[in-house]
């Protein structure tokens, strides 16, 4: 474990950052959702700044969160990550370490999707550390913190035991039965906070596993909802607005059948809100935990989620797509230095946090981190960090952000397609613009940004990228030879899960 080294003479702010699991932008009352009841939340925009344009850049693999959270632990761009985020290597100083490094005391509270081995070295202290993806928020493994970062305990478990009686091992010295997940997991950050003693400040990253399904909470937050009285999307869809196999195949697209029946949808999107209120309701807790030890005034707070979710919109439920109901997330900043009641519209990526947080916070950023400081924001509400967004998806979907259009580029071996969407009059990108008169300079200039980007992002050094592009000259050349399709699958590269070339 690595020490704290070279601590402040003058006193930092704490923070708090508090990420949660599958949550999608709209889901905070006082950004615009009426429907959805989160007070705390609420609190935490009108004392601070809102960035309404929060991205990811999409996901290598289909649990999205794992190279979402890699990024934003790491600051490395999508295509630098190893194993698709599976694992931090030593050489990649995480922001956590970075804070513990200058001085900080850190927490790691919940779940850690990246690593042991990085967990171990970014915290100096933690409770109940969940190393995995999901679970049953009833029955979570969890782990106490290890000053010596070794965590080798494993446990056995029956996830499928209606189906089969094959158990897996779960590195886990325990199962709180019966504690649901955000219960548990805030238990422990306000008990840091009642017991913290220190005169050096403290980071403490709080790492929820909900709403992620499935979609259990207490009863109080379950009632709170009636499904007949929830609004569907307005890009509500009972089948894909695309019909791509793969999209139908996948683990979230199977927690609805098809066709995706109204009342159904609604009712996981009440389930889907009670679970965020459940979750607001812990975060009052940490709040009033800050708030009894004159520590809230000094610490600043950081709320996002790690990426979106579909359910019902476009038909899909998931999150292995490129449209904003996926990649766009909750990102709030407050606290000390953090202009009150903001709201700023201007692109910013999750990986964008990790060196913000540095500048604010007097802390050096790391040379292996990639993410832009967007802390210039706070001050000068008309500067830009980014121009525009890159988006990818698998071997499968590209696409740029640039202004007010998005577009999307879907190449398969049995798919070609194009997308584009005027985000400003179509924000449900309902109306696809492409093949329209008048849109083929705008397709050109986005195409342009598109493979710029993909130069500057490195895409074709990563065996998923390899095999998109090479899908996509395939289409090219057989245009030319006026040939509907690719001519065989020779070319294509062929990966693993993990994007690594396959013998």
């Not at 632990?73 to 050489?91: M, Q, R, V």
């Not at 698998?394 to 998005?406: L, M, P, T």
């Amino acid at each position: 474990m690595q020490k704290n080294q070279n601590p402040s003479q003058q006193k930092r702010p704490n923070v708090l950052f508090l990420l949660t699991d599958d949550q999608r932008y709209g889901t905070i009352g006082a950004l615009g959702n009426e429907e959805i009841k989160t007070p705390n939340m609420d609190r935490l925009v009108r004392s601070g700044t809102s960035f309404i344009n929060a991205h990811i850049p999409g996901g290598t693999v289909s649990a999205v969160c794992m190279p979402s959270r890699a990024m934003l632990h790491s600051g490395k761009t999508l295509f630098h990550l190893k194993e698709c985020g599976k694992n931090i290597p030593e050489d990649q100083v995480t922001m956590c370490q970075s804070f513990l490094n200058a001085g900080y005391h850190t927490a790691g509270i919940g779940k850690w999707h990246n690593g042991v081995a990085s967990y171990a070295r970014s915290f100096d202290n933690g409770a109940n550390i969940f190393f995995g993806g999901m679970w049953d928020h009833w029955n979570v493994p969890v782990n106490d913190f290890k000053p010596d970062g070794i965590y080798e305990k494993e446990i056995q478990f029956t996830p499928n035991f209606t189906q089969n009686e094959v158990p897996v091992t779960v590195r886990a010295e325990r199962i709180h039965a019966g504690v649901h997940s955000t219960e548990l997991f805030t238990g422990s950050a306000v008990k840091y906070i009642e017991e913290y003693g220190e005169e050096q400040p403290f980071f403490m990253y709080l790492s929820f596993l909900a709403p992620h399904d499935p979609r259990t909470m207490p009863e109080e937050f379950r009632n709170m909802y009636d499904p007949e009285k929830i609004s569907l999307p307005p890009n509500y869809l009972p089948m894909p607005a695309v019909t791509y196999g793969w999209a139908a195949k996948g683990r979230d697209e199977n927690t609805e059948s098809y066709p995706r029946r109204p009342e159904k949808i609604r009712q996981h999107i009440a389930d889907y809100y009670a679970m965020i209120s459940h979750i607001d309701s812990c975060i009052g807790r940490v709040l009033a935990a800050l708030e009894k030890r004159d520590m809230l005034e000094d610490t600043i707070i950081v709320l996002c989620g790690d990426n979106g979710l579909a359910i019902g919109q476009h038909g899909l439920m998931g999150k292995q797509n490129l449209y904003e109901h996926s990649v766009k997330v909750p990102l709030v900043f407050a606290g000390p230095g953090v202009p009150k009641d903001q709201v700023n519209d201007k692109y910013v990526y999750l990986l964008d946090i990790y060196p913000t947080l540095c500048e604010i916070c007097g802390i050096p950023v790391p040379s292996t981190v990639e993410g832009r400081s967007f802390a210039e924001l706070f001050t000068d509400t008309q500067a830009t960090i980014r121009e525009d967004l890159y988006l990818a998806f698998q071997a499968r979907i590209r696409g740029v952000i640039s202004g007010k259009y998005k577009l999307l580029e879907y190449r398969t071996q049995d798919i070609k397609m194009t997308q584009l969407f005027d985000l400003e009059n179509d924000p449900w990108e309902r109306y696809n613009l492409f093949d329209m008169a008048g849109t083929e300079e705008i397709v050109a200039n986005l195409r342009e940004k598109l493979f710029a980007l993909r130069d500057e992002w490195g895409d074709e050094t990563m065996l998923f990228g390899q095999q998109y592009w090479q899908q996509w000259r395939q289409y090219e050349a057989a245009e030319v030879k006026g040939v509907a399709r690719p001519m065989g699958g020779d070319m294509r590269v062929q990966v693993d899960s993990w994007g690594t070339a396959k013998k």
